[in-house]
């Protein structure tokens, strides 16, 4: 990957209305689940560092690091100040039981066996840990941005929860998120599939208005899902327990 595109994508995960807008969903839900600011998080698939950066600002006390698949994004991280290592969540370089905290941000899409990846988070996790899980939602969205990205699959409610419950989570919470951008996410897969266009589209950084104009309007699903859970929406997110007796 060359010095522009990852400078691209650094910028990309910096101010893109999605990257922005899911990272404050995400330390939302971060801090229903922290109880102790000495904790260790680990975020799987991190990029660039992004939400490494804002755990840091928002956890100064506690141990944050991430993994990262490709190793140059994880160079850009690390120049950050980050502590990221290159592995992947289906073998992760970590010990039994040495973590509390483990985001997987849109990567178990990427696995083929997502079953085997959720049982590794599960097998790094202490007692009582958590895993926060983000994936893309809805098979009938299938378009050319999953073929490019290398997704086996988008999911539902219960294809997210029986895979996490079958790893060995608690599944505390499974809600969809992103939900006023649907019709706009099924038009756009209309006319890619009448075009036959493999364009990604949502990937590129619009224009600064129309960044805007969207980071607010996704925001505005925030306050709606501290008090509730949405029953539809492109992407989903998950919380998993691990059990004490495992």
Not at 122 to 129: K, S, T, Y
Request: net charge negative.
């Amino acid at each position: 990957m060359d010095e522009r595109l990852l400078l691209s994508l650094e910028q990309l995960e910096r101010e893109h209305w999605w990257f922005v807008v899911r990272r404050r969903l995400v330390l939302e839900v971060v801090g229903g689940l922290v109880e102790d600011a000495h904790l260790r998080v680990v975020e799987v698939g991190c990029g660039t560092g992004g939400m490494l950066a804002d755990l840091r600002a928002r956890y100064p006390d506690a141990r944050v690091s991430g993994i990262e698949p490709s190793q140059e994004a994880a160079v850009v991280a690390r120049q950050s100040g980050c502590e990221v290592s290159s592995a992947y969540l289906e073998d992760l370089p970590l010990d039994k039981s040495s973590v509390d905290l483990l985001l997987a941000l849109d990567v178990l899409e990427h696995c083929a066996d997502d079953v085997a990846a959720a049982r590794e988070a599960l097998r790094v996790l202490g007692a009582g840990g958590h895993v926060v899980v983000a994936v893309p939602a809805l098979p009938s969205l299938w378009g050319p941005h999953d073929e490019l990205n290398h997704h086996h699959r988008r999911y539902t409610r219960d294809s997210l929860s029986a895979c996490l419950g079958e790893a060995g989570f608690e599944l505390t919470r499974c809600t969809y998120f992103n939900s006023l951008m649907l019709p706009a996410g099924y038009l756009s897969r209309i006319v890619a599939r009448a075009t036959g266009s493999a364009k990604m589209t949502g990937v590129e950084l619009p224009a600064r208005p129309v960044n805007a104009l969207m980071r607010g309007v996704f925001g505005l699903e925030i306050p709606a899902l501290r008090r509730t859970d949405l029953p539809l929406g492109m992407s989903l997110l998950a919380v998993g327990r691990k059990p004490a007796a495992t």
